[in-house]
């Protein structure tokens, strides 16, 4: 009877040593999610919202599209003329605005500007004889 004692003690005894084992190896996999993840969050931060507007050029007018409505936008070149002005601009529109022979200029709204380059296509050189 006394053999019988000491042997369910000594499962008692590893069973909560496998049970203490187990627990260490949960905790250890839960520290190294925690360090993968801040790892990650380092490494990819969040994406930044999108600007408020987008503007590109195109056989000479400058074309402004509006993500978010916008007040006060501005066509400026290098040399600080202004080529256009718009009161407002309601989101998801697009406005024009016809520029001269500079390459350079930059739409400005608010506290954003994006510069914006244009080339005039060349015209076709014919193949000489």
């Known amino acids: 009877m006394r053999f019988y004692i000491s042997v369910s003690v000594v499962f008692m ?5 496998g049970v203490l084992l187990i627990g260490l190896a949960l905790i ?4 190294l999610a925690v ?14 919202p999108p600007p408020p507007f987008s503007a590109y050029c195109q056989d ?4 402004v599209s509006a993500r978010v409505d916008l007040k ?17 601009i309601k989101g998801g529109a697009d406005k024009l605005c016809r520029v001269g022979n500079a390459t350079v200029y930059l ?7 994006r510069a914006v380059t244009c080339f005039r296509p060349l ?3 014919p193949v000489g004889d």
Do not use: H, N, Q, W
């Open 13 to 17: 005894d590893l069973a909560r040593v």
């Open 28 to 31: 250890i996999i839960a520290v």
């Open 35 to 48: 360090y993968a993840y801040l790892d990650v969050r380092r490494t990819y931060p969040p994406p930044e």
């Open 60 to 63: 000479g007018v400058v074309v």
């Open 72 to 88: 006060d936008v501005k066509v400026v070149d290098a040399d600080g003329r202004v080529y256009c002005t718009f009161a407002s």
């Open 107 to 113: 739409v400005a709204a608010g506290d954003f500007s």
């Open 123 to 125: 015209p076709p050189i």
